[in-house]
């Protein structure tokens, strides 16, 4: 059964740049094309970046240019690099499988982005 771990997440202040991770167990990880999904208060979740098990990436319109996603096959773990960040970037990021995630989601990592 796949667990997810995230980590990283913190308050930054609107310009500021965070690095938040995610560990995955119990899946042949390098086999799955990996994402980071948010959900901001009051709002669904959304896809935000996602990485093909050959490393080819792709980003939603409101974070490219701003965020890189990455992965190390070797530790089972995805990362998010996020620079420039907003104020709307503020939500709870999670780490799934594009685009039909699996039904178990880890507890997530807050980002807060506010001066």
């Known amino acids: 059964q796949v667990q997810l771990v995230e980590s990283g997440g913190g308050l930054v202040q609107p310009g500021g740049s965070l690095r938040i991770s995610c560990t995955a167990s119990g899946i042949s990880f390098i086999g799955y094309d990996m994402g980071w999904y948010r959900q901001a208060p009051g709002k669904q979740r959304e896809l935000v970046a996602g990485i093909t098990s050959g490393g080819n990436t792709k980003y939603g319109d409101s974070v490219k240019g701003r965020f890189t996603i990455s992965r190390d096959n070797a530790k089972n773990t995805v990362h998010l690099q996020m620079n420039s960040l907003k104020p709307e970037d503020t939500a709870v990021y999670y780490c799934?499988?594009?685009?039909?995630?699996?039904?178990?989601w880890g507890q997530g990592t807050q980002v807060t982005v506010s001066a």
């Open positions: 799934n499988k594009p685009p039909y995630a699996w039904a178990y």
